[in-house]
């Protein structure tokens, strides 16, 4: 059965102490890997997309890294507004829905 | 521009009423999602709209679950006979055709079942 596992489920930084978030996966037909942001109240957020081992993108102070096993969102230097939940997510085969880790939600302190 | 707009945003429904959530897609956007989010999990995948067509269905918990897009703009998720456990976060989401993988969320319907 596909699943996706993101660890840890929360996570407490103080500003500026990087670290990172983890995603793992067990699915045949990977089509992609996807990292979402979701504030408070509001629809998850898109910020990269992954498709092959290797691949890493970069926005600001993210970096999505992607093996063939796992996903890292790493945060260099995180700021209070970094505080959010994020989302990864995969598609697979044919379909053109996403399946969601139940997510890391992030708290970076001032 | 405008985004992904749903409406109501909180919707409150006693146990046995039926409710009718609505999406806005953004403009020129031909596939329309719909997730379902319980509190402290991930959304999970409802059904799928490629125009007013109904591509995927396979998510819809049971058959009081209903999804229309008549004219493949503007979708409404209906749910009959609202139980407890239908209480959640119902999001909805649209991209360009070519490029469902890059899916933009709306704010989603919080509905409260009691």
């Known amino acids: 059965e596909d699943q996706v596992t993101q660890s840890p489920e929360a996570l407490r930084l103080q500003e500026g102490e990087s670290s990172s978030l983890n995603c793992s996966y067990t699915?045949?037909?990977?089509?992609?890997l996807f990292w979402y942001r979701q504030d408070p109240g509001k629809g998850p957020e898109f910020l990269f997309t992954l498709y092959s081992a290797g691949e890493e993108k970069e926005k600001e102070r993210l970096k999505a890294t992607l093996t063939k096993k796992e996903s890292f969102l790493h945060i260099t230097a995180p700021k209070p507004e970094d505080s959010a939940t994020y989302l990864c997510?995969?598609?697979?085969?044919?379909?053109?829905?996403?399946?969601f880790g139940s997510g890391t939600q992030l708290t970076v302190l001032p | 521009g405008a985004g992904v707009s749903q409406s109501p945003r909180y919707k409150v429904a006693k146990r046995g009423q039926d409710v009718a959530l609505r999406c806005d897609p953004i403009s020129g956007h031909v596939s329309l999602f719909w997730y379902q989010q319980a509190l402290g999990q991930g959304p999970e995948f409802l059904t799928y709209?490629?125009?007013?067509?109904?591509?995927?269905k396979s998510g819809l918990p049971s058959d009081r679950f209903f999804a229309e897009r008549p004219e493949g703009s503007v979708s409404t998720l209906k749910i009959q006979r609202t139980q407890q456990e239908d209480s959640a976060v119902y999001l909805c989401?649209?991209?360009?055709?070519?490029?469902?993988?890059?899916?933009?969320f709306g704010p989603g319907t919080r509905l409260t079942v009691t």
């Open positions: 997510a995969l598609r697979k085969g044919s379909a053109r829905q996403l399946t």
């Open positions: 699915v045949s037909g990977l089509r992609g």
């Open positions: 989401a649209s991209s360009l055709a070519g490029r469902t993988y890059e899916q933009y």
């Open positions: 709209f490629q125009n007013e067509a109904q591509l995927d």
